[in-house]
């Protein structure tokens, strides 16, 4: 399976401190957002891993490299200007290839487990999103989710974690450009062609600079507890 990491953001909730530098490589318990990730993918056997960047991309490219440091092979995937979710991801498919794969937003934080080896896309589906409980931030949610369905309505709404199985086929009726994902996932969910999967582990939506600060404070005191979720203790960049 390979990995898609969302990285062209501009960043403009975490200002001034993008002003510089892009906020996947904003540092948490020692180390850039978007290398928890890499460590991860690696410790759970995830090889080939794509990253779409825009906005500073060159300072991403420059810092991550081949990706070679943590063995694996990024491919890069450079925007002129930010396509948004779905058409950065349309932009990716030649490199991501035509089997479901892994997609995670650069700025979030999570004890990750590899979910996609247990919870496969079933037949005739075209995502699994990774569900957390509503935080204090996202009091609302943003799914419907029922026996590990999602709905268009329902009793139980849940935040969507920024970290998804996704089908190419979700994109099979759409042009390059700029094109949001929710849309697609509204229209696959009155499908009944997407799946769930609730994560009750710890997980940070970084979209502020409180957060990043209150995720690095978290981090660093916790740091011996985090073996055995593919996260890698030493602050090694």
């Not at 995937?77 to 991801?89: K, R, W």
């Not at 290839?97 to 005739?124: I, K, M, Y």
């Not at 086929?169 to 229209?187: I, Y």
Request: aromatic residues 8%; contains cysteine.
């Amino acid at each position: 399976m390979k990995a898609m990491i969302l990285a062209a953001g501009l960043g403009t909730r975490m200002r001034p401190l993008t002003d510089h530098i892009p906020k996947p490589l904003l540092e948490v318990g020692g180390k850039p957002l978007i290398v928890w990730h890499l460590q991860a993918l690696a410790y759970y056997g995830i090889r080939e891993v794509v990253i779409n960047v825009a906005h500073r991309g060159q300072q991403i490219m420059d810092k991550l490299g081949s990706g070679a440091s943590w063995g694996l092979n990024i491919h890069w995937s450079v925007e002129e200007q930010p396509l948004e979710t779905a058409g950065g991801i349309i932009k990716a498919l030649p490199l991501l290839g035509e089997e479901p794969f892994l997609l995670l937003n650069a700025d979030v934080w999570w004890a990750s487990w590899p979910f996609w080896q247990t919870c496969p896309l079933r037949h005739g589906d075209l995502a699994s999103l990774l569900l957390v409980d509503n935080p204090v931030h996202h009091p609302e949610g943003d799914f419907y989710f029922q026996e590990g369905r999602i709905r268009n309505e329902g009793s139980q709404r849940l935040t969507f974690a920024g970290i998804s199985l996704i089908s190419p086929a979700l994109f099979a009726d759409c042009r390059p450009g700029v094109l949001p994902l929710a849309p697609l996932l509204r229209t696959a969910i009155g499908r009944q062609a997407v799946a769930g999967i609730r994560h009750e582990g710890a997980w940070t939506d970084v979209g502020t600079p409180l957060r990043l600060k209150e995720l690095d404070a978290q981090l660093r005191q916790e740091m011996p507890e985090l073996e055995g979720h593919g996260l890698r203790v030493d602050p090694a960049n």
